[in-house]
């Protein structure tokens, strides 16, 4: 009799297991072929909607609930482990997601701005064996005259600022991927699509850690043709809480 009670219960923790596993295995047959079709339809890329993305994205929007501090003015406070203290484990596995996604690019170099994107940059090029180039805010002593500049508003510090790369460090052979922290206006990316567009070189698209849909710059700059990946897109801020895209 007990005997006869283990198997039944192993049989059903089998029937179980299976059923999980069917059910997955038909979600990921689901998902792919609706990527399938959307990137004949010239809508999508395929490899953009797995489970490695769903994974990696649900990790970052978790933690944004978790330790992120919504400010007034739609600032989103995430010093604690993106732009101030770093998780690093958690940019290494952004950085496998960006690797992930952008596989078979020939990328040749990352290129950001100064100061919150060199963390995650370097993280990126650590993990996809790139060089990061990160453009300055301000020309220093020790930045010669020979440069690519772009006049950039920002909004987070309502100031204008010009940024400034070297020529010697992006040549027009170069494959970019421009990486940064947040993506809202779109003003900083532009202004590296500007520096990318006056050496001749190559953009790629570009990966952000956190996008603010809400404020259309990245929607604007797919609508002309910038591929943008974004690992975790905000839809709102609303009494002090985030709400994601797709959620």
Known sequence: MYTTTV???????????RKIMYGIILRE???FVGCVYHAVKGKKDCYTNTFSVRRTVKLLEERIIKDGIVLPGNILKVGSFLNHMLDVQLL????????????????????????SGIAIATAFGAVMNLPVVFAKKYKTL?????????????????????????????????????????LANGEALRGLLK?????????????????????HGGDALRNEGVRIESL????????GKVYFRNA
């Open 195 to 215: 520096i990318a567009k006056e050496a001749g070189a190559s953009v790629t698209g570009a990966a952000i850690a956190i996008e603010k849909g809400f404020q």
């Open 92 to 115: 290494i596995a952004m950085g496998e997601e960006v690797k992930r996604l952008y596989a078979g690019s020939q990328i040749t170099k990352i290129v950001t701005v100064e100061s």
């Open 142 to 182: 020790n930045v010669s005259g020979d440069v690519y500049t772009a006049p950039v508003h920002s909004y987070t510090h309502n100031k204008d600022y010009t940024m400034t790369v070297e020529k010697q460090y992006i040549q027009s052979t170069d494959k970019l991927l421009l990486v940064d922290d947040f």
């Open 232 to 239: 975790a897109v905000i839809e709102s801020m609303e009494d």
């Open 29 to 31: 047959l689901y998902n």
């Open 7 to 17: 198997k039944a219960d192993e049989c059903g923790v089998f029937l179980l297991t």
